[in-house]
């Protein structure tokens, strides 16, 4: 088995690790936001590699009289992942408008000073 | 690759929230290059314009509401790190299964992908492969995508464009937005950039049929020029641009757009988004539905994005006037 195989796949694997583990580390709100979007981001890097053939091209199709005669990457994980971005950028925008209230709220976005202040 | 891990890393070391923004967005970036490389072009369109542009100044914006640093942590997480470790070593063993990177026999590629490969061009017409699926084939998702994005956008106005003034707690005063007109360069090079960019975001959504592109990437474009303009001369000017009236009636008109059409088909004796009704000539009708779809995206995104801007960006003003 050829090291390269798999290569992609690990470092998606440690990137959605890395954010997995900001995510719970981290008592920072926008830190753990960034978490997300990192592991997020892996994800995406996942789809798009497996939707990559070898000595495929971009799927816009040549020449409509060409068609099978060359090999196209495959086009659905392209148009999951692009809607998934816009998707991530909009909930992203909601998480902020969620700390930017818990800010005004509790003077502070550290998770353990909340708890703290929380309990009475 | 390894350029991303190095980024990825030094996000989970750095204590100062600005430069963790910023590596977020090298790495955004450098993601869009390696999708460029993987032949996912239009996601890689997509991925640098929200990614590193977009996704950087609303936490941007945030930050200047909330302070720049971190508290350091008190003790090391030790058990979140056993989890993350047994999972990542979970997974990884469970990429040992995968089919091999590239190879055509892979089981994604056996189902849809080669159908819509050889058949989508003589059923749609449509040259970029993307954007009939996205905007043809699977037009309920992408129906689905775009209600969240304008649910997310009420969302947002919802949580705060509240009237109510909350005690505001002390922040960073040095990187409270002031417009940037004492900048010469910048202005005169923006004035002459904004209209390319408003033109630029108009041949995306036109010409997702033939090349990369399309709603969301126009519509993600054509808001940028809108940030880039509100940043340089301040959000009053913007807000005489484009009222935020307008930006709220435009988001709601994009989705009204998209389930017209699919309300349309369905009031003429089809199914929910059908195109075959708008034309007589199949690949006609198809080219119609898809821009007529692709317009309602382009809409509700631009104006969604430019939505949740200003009041991001309205935030930080009202906190400014009552210093």
Same mark, same amino acid.
């Given at each position: ?11 998606? %694997?440690?990137?959605? %690790? ?21 592991? =997020? ?8 590699? %497996? ?11 040549? =020449?409509?009289?060409? =068609? ?50 929380? =309990?009475? | ?36 490389? @993987?032949? +996912? ?27 720049? &640093?971190?508290? $350091? ?25 995968? $089919? ?76 409270? $937005?002031? $417009? @940037? ?10 004035? @002459? ?44 000017? +913007? ?32 199914? &929910? ?51």
């Amino acid at each position: 088995m050829n090291i390269w195989d798999s290569f992609n796949y690990w470092v998606v %694997m440690i990137l959605m %690790m890395n954010g997995l583990y900001i995510l719970i580390s981290q008592g920072n709100f926008i830190k753990k936001i960034i978490g997300l979007t990192v592991f =997020q981001t892996a994800v995406f890097i996942f789809f798009i590699s %497996m939707a990559k053939i070898t000595g495929a091209t971009a799927p816009i199709l040549k =020449q409509a009289t060409e =068609q099978g005669s060359t090999l196209y990457s495959n086009p659905l994980p392209h148009v999951l992942i692009l809607t998934a971005i816009v998707v991530s950028i909009s909930t992203m925008a909601l998480a902020l408008a969620l700390v930017i209230r818990i800010k005004q709220a509790y003077g502070t976005i550290e998770e353990e000073e909340i708890q703290h202040k929380d =309990q009475p | 690759m390894c350029f991303l891990l190095l980024t990825a890393f030094a996000i989970t070391r750095a204590h100062d929230l600005l430069a963790t923004v910023m590596l977020l967005s090298i790495y955004s970036l450098l993601c869009a290059s390696f999708f460029v490389v @993987m032949d +996912a072009v239009d996601v890689a369109f997509t991925e640098a314009a929200v990614g590193a542009v977009v996704s950087t100044l609303l936490l941007l914006s945030t930050l200047s509401l909330t302070g720049r &640093f971190e508290k $350091p942590q008190r003790e090391k997480p030790l058990f979140g790190l056993i989890i993350v470790l047994t999972t990542g070593a979970l997974l990884i063993y469970g990429t040992l299964q995968m $089919p091999p990177f590239g190879s055509a026999a892979a089981p994604i590629h056996q189902h849809v992908g080669s159908y819509y490969i050889n058949q989508s061009y003589a059923e749609t017409g449509i040259v970029n492969l993307v954007t009939s699926v996205l905007a043809s084939y699977r037009g309920y998702d992408t129906f689905g995508e775009l209600v969240v994005i304008f649910t997310a956008g009420v969302g947002v106005l919802a949580l705060l464009s509240s009237q109510k003034s909350y005690p505001i707690a002390p922040i960073d005063k040095t990187i409270l $937005p002031a $417009p @940037m007109k004492q900048h010469h360069i910048l202005r005169v090079v923006s004035k @002459m950039l904004i209209p390319l960019i408003l033109l630029f975001a108009l041949y995306v959504q036109f010409h997702g049929h033939t090349g990369p592109g399309g709603g969301f990437q126009a519509g993600v474009i054509f808001a940028s020029a809108i940030v880039l303009y509100t940043m340089i001369f301040g959000l009053q000017a +913007a807000l005489d641009v484009i009222s935020v009236a307008w930006l709220k009636l435009f988001s709601a008109f994009g989705v009204l757009i998209y389930s017209s059409v699919g309300l349309l088909s369905l009031l003429s004796g089809e199914n &929910f988004l059908d195109y075959s009704v708008l034309a007589q000539a199949p690949i006609e009708a198809q080219h119609l539905g898809t821009l007529a779809v692709e317009m309602g995206i382009g809409i509700t995104v631009a104006s969604t994005i430019m939505l949740i801007f200003f009041s991001f960006s309205g935030q930080m003003h009202s906190i400014g006037e009552a210093q």
